[in-house]
């Protein structure tokens, strides 16, 4: 975009030097191409008309502030052109679509420090930090706010600047962090040279940032304001961020140092990871979770009905498994329980598992990507193999290791109707699908599946069940008619989002919103229980807020309590002692659980990652059902999908990180690009 003439005489009358007239007309220009950084300003020759004016009462100042967190990409756009490498930037699913999606492509090798596509939030993300300093250095001048009113902006303020932090500390890495200053374009050129700090100390900023923040800010929102920040919100964060810096990627671990020990900041040499490891980080983890599985926080349960079915019996090895929720796993509908918490029919604010959450038209807009094509959807939003394979069955044994009552088989298919907690499974569904545990039912789309689309009133558009073999009505060859991409390649899409009223197509189609977590108890339950898996003596942490003291090691007792909440309810026993004993059993564990409760939440990309067990994963190949197929001709064996953007991933060590914008460091010549970039 050109500057106008007008901007660019206004720089040239303020600004005589001619390095900063420069600075400014990269400042304007970053501006309006939205590419600003650090030290760039907001709209400078629209805002310095009216900035004064914000601060003269209290409805713009919270108009200012309120449009300054709108600036904060959406973290609950985990589906789509997205602001994160999230769900197709992992191994949790794919799409033919590859050049809609920079998430996508980032795995083929298609991003790059000069195109990142709508992954580039550093921008933005600067913007929002700086207009947070601008709060928080004038606030002052607004004389109509009480006491109270100028607390919560000023700690709204500081969980914008924290929160933007977050985000940029989890796609990037290391910060720059540019502290409360509010950058002039008519400063020195030194005045914008600063280096990026450490991991860790950038850890501590953005904890610091969201514990001021957490000081200030409201514990409750009311019901109109839902999704706005709260205590427990910034509590929330900062759980999940001790826990990233325990983990091996950033604490010394094997995978420090495969990734990052080059990585060293030019201005003194010293490793931006740290290559020595730290086990007092996982007693902070277990702190920051247990601070807020002490608050009143509860996991979404519904109770049980009558066609809710009974848990499975002979489980012995659970002396907890048969007692009453929260106890144990009876009591409750373990498919509603899931299910309902996501796909619109529990609220959002009623939502005593939501930490931090927000109502999303992202989400409710893009269950389109799951739905058949001739229900109005574009239906291939693929997820692998291996996903479908980690869920139980419904006494918690592995596929490969089913009981008589429960069996797994790949050689027949069902002959009748059969519900529970209102699902139906139809004839014709291969064995394969059934007798898995309640979340499998509450997640996953496969051939075979009834898709009720409740709402709609046209004859042939609900009730209708959906099959992805090669001649289905919603696989390869019904697809072609539209796009020939139309179709879920592995044979698997997502349903977890999707209620049975919502319908895309016919008389009366509606959908129902959606709200999103950003962190919910359930991650809290199972980082905590990760932290104690993690520590082989006892450590004490103080907490100065609360003015708490925890002494933590590694209590199996503790671990389980944590962990086996989140089984039991998905219906599924707890672990058994071997896991419980062994820190290796456990994490294999909790890398399962972790991938089947959070399925296309956006914390895969990240665990992976912080593990050290990304190139591991991503090296496993993509593999689903066989839908170039028909149904009794092998369509339900296992094989490898042969698409391009399947056959191309290639997960390098540069992809440990995003790229820092190829602009950002050359504006900047002290600011150090990510490893491999």
Same mark, same amino acid.
């Given at each position: 975009?050109?500057?106008?003439?007008?901007?660019?005489?206004?720089?040239?009358?303020?600004?005589?030097?001619?390095?900063?007239?420069?600075?400014?007309?990269?400042?304007?220009?970053?501006?309006?191409?939205?590419?600003?950084?650090?030290?760039?300003?907001?709209?400078?020759?629209?805002?310095?008309?009216?900035?004064?004016?914000? +601060?003269?009462?209290?409805?713009?100042?919270?108009?200012?502030?309120?449009?300054?967190?709108?600036?904060?990409?959406?973290?609950?756009?985990?589906?789509?052109?997205?602001?994160?490498?999230?769900?197709?930037?992992?191994?949790?699913?794919?799409?033919?679509?590859?050049?809609?999606?920079?998430?996508?492509?980032?795995?083929?090798?298609?991003?790059?420090?000069?195109?990142?596509?709508?992954?580039?939030?550093?921008?933005?993300?600067?913007?929002?930090?700086?207009?947070?300093?601008?709060?928080?250095?004038?606030?002052?001048?607004?004389?109509?706010?009480?006491?109270?009113?100028?607390?919560?902006?000023?700690?709204?303020?500081?969980?914008?600047?924290?929160?933007?932090?977050?985000?940029?500390?989890?796609?990037?890495?290391?910060?720059?962090?540019?502290? $409360?200053?509010?950058?002039?374009?008519?400063?020195?050129?030194?005045?914008?040279?600063?280096?990026?700090?450490?991991?860790?100390?950038?850890?501590?900023?953005?904890?610091?940032?969201?514990?001021?923040?957490?000081?200030?800010?409201?514990?409750?929102?009311?019901?109109?304001?839902?999704?706005?920040?709260?205590?427990?919100?910034?509590?929330?964060?900062?759980?999940?961020?001790?826990?990233?810096?325990?983990?091996?990627? +950033?604490?010394g671990g094997q995978a420090a140092?495969?990734? +990052?020990?080059?990585?060293?900041?030019?201005?003194?040499?010293?490793?931006?990871?740290?290559?020595?490891?730290?086990?007092?980080?996982?007693?902070?983890?277990?702190?920051?979770?247990?601070?807020?599985?002490?608050?009143?926080?509860?996991?979404?349960?519904?109770?049980?009905?009558?066609?809710?079915?009974?848990?499975?019996?002979?489980?012995?090895?659970?002396?907890?498994?048969?007692?009453?929720?929260?106890?144990?796993?009876?009591?409750?509908?373990?498919?509603?329980?899931?299910?309902?918490?996501?796909?619109?029919?529990?609220?959002?604010?009623?939502?005593?598992?939501?930490?931090?959450?927000?109502?999303?038209?992202?989400?409710?807009?893009?269950?389109?990507?799951?739905?058949?094509?001739?229900?109005?959807?574009?239906?291939?939003?693929?997820?692998?193999?291996?996903?479908?394979?980690?869920?139980?069955?419904?006494?918690?044994? $592995?596929?490969?290791?089913?009981?008589?009552?429960?069996?797994?088989?790949?050689?027949?298919?069902?002959?009748?109707?059969?519900?529970?907690?209102?699902?139906?499974?139809?004839?014709?569904?291969?064995?394969?699908?059934?007798?898995?545990?309640?979340?499998?039912?509450?997640?996953?789309?496969?051939?075979?599946?009834?898709?009720?689309?409740?709402?709609?009133?046209?004859?042939?558009?609900?009730?209708?069940?959906? +099959?992805?073999?090669? $001649?289905?009505?919603?696989?390869?060859?019904?697809?072609?008619?539209?796009?020939?991409?139309?179709?879920?390649?592995?044979?698997?899409?997502?349903?977890?989002?999707?209620?049975?009223?919502?319908?895309?197509?016919?008389?009366?189609?509606?959908?129902?919103?959606?709200?999103?977590?950003?962190?919910?108890?359930?991650?809290?339950?199972?980082?905590?229980?990760?932290?104690?898996?993690?520590?082989?003596?006892?450590?004490?942490?103080?907490?100065?807020?609360?003015?708490?003291?925890?002494?933590?090691?590694?209590?199996?007792?503790?671990?389980?309590?944590?962990?086996?909440?989140?089984?039991?309810?998905?219906?599924?026993?707890?672990?058994?002692?071997?896991?419980?004993?062994?820190?290796?059993?456990?994490?294999?564990?909790?890398?399962?659980?972790?991938?089947?409760?959070?399925?296309?939440e956006g914390l895969r990309y990240? $665990?992976?990652?912080?593990?050290?067990?990304?190139?591991?994963?991503?090296?496993?190949?993509?593999?689903?059902?066989?839908?170039?197929?028909?149904?009794?001709?092998?369509?339900?064996?296992?094989?490898?999908?042969?698409?391009?953007?399947?056959?191309?991933?290639?997960?390098k060590p540069k992809m440990i990180?995003?790229?820092?914008?190829?602009?950002?460091?050359?504006?900047?010549?002290?600011?150090?690009?990510?490893?491999?970039?």
């Open positions: 975009m050109m500057i106008s003439t007008k901007i660019k005489n206004y720089i040239k009358q303020n600004f005589k030097d001619k390095i900063n007239y420069t600075l400014a007309l990269i400042a304007a220009t970053g501006l309006l191409t939205s590419s600003c950084n650090f030290l760039n300003v907001e709209d400078y020759f629209e805002d310095t008309l009216s900035i004064d004016s914000v +601060f003269q009462n209290k409805l713009h100042l919270e108009r200012y502030l309120w449009g300054t967190a709108a600036l904060l990409p959406d973290e609950s756009n985990v589906f789509a052109s997205g602001y994160y490498p999230a769900i197709l930037g992992s191994d949790e699913a794919f799409t033919m679509w590859e050049d809609s999606y920079a998430s996508q492509r980032f795995l083929i090798d298609r991003i790059n420090a000069d195109d990142l596509g709508s992954m580039n939030t550093w921008p933005r993300l600067y913007m929002v930090i700086r207009k947070a300093n601008t709060i928080m250095k004038r606030i002052d001048e607004c004389k109509d706010l009480s006491g109270q009113e100028k607390r919560e902006i000023v700690g709204y303020a500081h969980f914008l600047r924290g929160y933007a932090y977050y985000q940029l500390l989890l796609s990037y890495g290391p910060l720059l962090i540019a502290g $409360d200053e509010v950058y002039d374009t008519s400063l020195p050129s030194e005045a914008y040279q600063k280096y990026r700090s450490t991991y860790d100390e950038s850890v501590e900023y953005v904890c610091n940032e969201l514990e001021t923040a957490a000081s200030y800010i409201p514990a409750i929102v009311p019901i109109p304001t839902f999704g706005r920040p709260t205590k427990a919100a910034a509590y929330g964060l900062i759980a999940r961020l001790r826990t990233y810096a325990a983990s091996p990627l +950033f604490n140092k495969i990734y +990052f020990s080059d990585f060293l900041r030019q201005s003194d040499n010293v490793p931006y990871v740290s290559q020595v490891y730290d086990e007092k980080k996982w007693a902070k983890a277990a702190a920051a979770c247990k601070r807020v599985m002490d608050m009143d926080f509860q996991l979404h349960t519904i109770e049980a009905s009558g066609d809710s079915p009974n848990l499975p019996a002979g489980i012995t090895y659970d002396r907890n498994y048969y007692k009453q929720w929260p106890d144990g796993a009876a009591g409750i509908d373990h498919y509603r329980s899931y299910a309902e918490m996501f796909n619109g029919e529990s609220l959002g604010f009623k939502n005593k598992e939501y930490v931090f959450a927000k109502n999303s038209a992202e989400v409710k807009n893009l269950t389109k990507n799951s739905f058949p094509a001739q229900f109005g959807g574009w239906n291939g939003f693929g997820i692998p193999q291996k996903i479908i394979d980690a869920y139980k069955m419904a006494d918690g044994r $592995d596929i490969n290791n089913s009981s008589a009552l429960y069996p797994y088989a790949e050689n027949s298919f069902s002959t009748k109707d059969s519900t529970f907690s209102g699902y139906l499974i139809k004839p014709n569904v291969s064995s394969m699908y059934l007798n898995r545990e309640a979340r499998f039912y509450a997640s996953i789309g496969f051939s075979g599946c009834l898709w009720p689309m409740n709402s709609t009133t046209e004859s042939g558009k609900f009730m209708q069940q959906v +099959f992805y073999y090669v $001649d289905g009505n919603s696989g390869k060859s019904s697809a072609i008619s539209v796009d020939a991409r139309n179709y879920p390649i592995t044979g698997y899409v997502t349903k977890k989002y999707i209620h049975p009223d919502d319908a895309w197509s016919g008389s009366n189609a509606t959908l129902l919103d959606k709200s999103f977590p950003i962190v919910r108890l359930a991650d809290i339950l199972l980082m905590y229980a990760e932290a104690l898996n993690n520590l082989t003596g006892s450590h004490q942490v103080e907490d100065p807020i609360t003015e708490t003291t925890y002494i933590f090691s590694r209590n199996t007792e503790e671990i389980a309590s944590a962990f086996n909440k989140v089984r039991y309810r998905s219906g599924l026993p707890g672990l058994t002692d071997e896991q419980l004993d062994n820190p290796r059993l456990f994490f294999d564990a909790l890398v399962t659980e972790r991938m089947v409760e959070f399925l296309h990240y $665990d992976t990652r912080r593990w050290g067990i990304v190139a591991e994963e991503e090296a496993k190949p993509i593999m689903g059902m066989d839908t170039e197929r028909t149904a009794r001709n092998g369509y339900f064996n296992r094989v490898i999908c042969n698409y391009p953007s399947v056959r191309n991933r290639s997960f990180l995003l790229p820092i914008d190829r602009q950002e460091i050359m504006r900047v010549t002290t600011l150090d690009q990510n490893p491999g970039w």
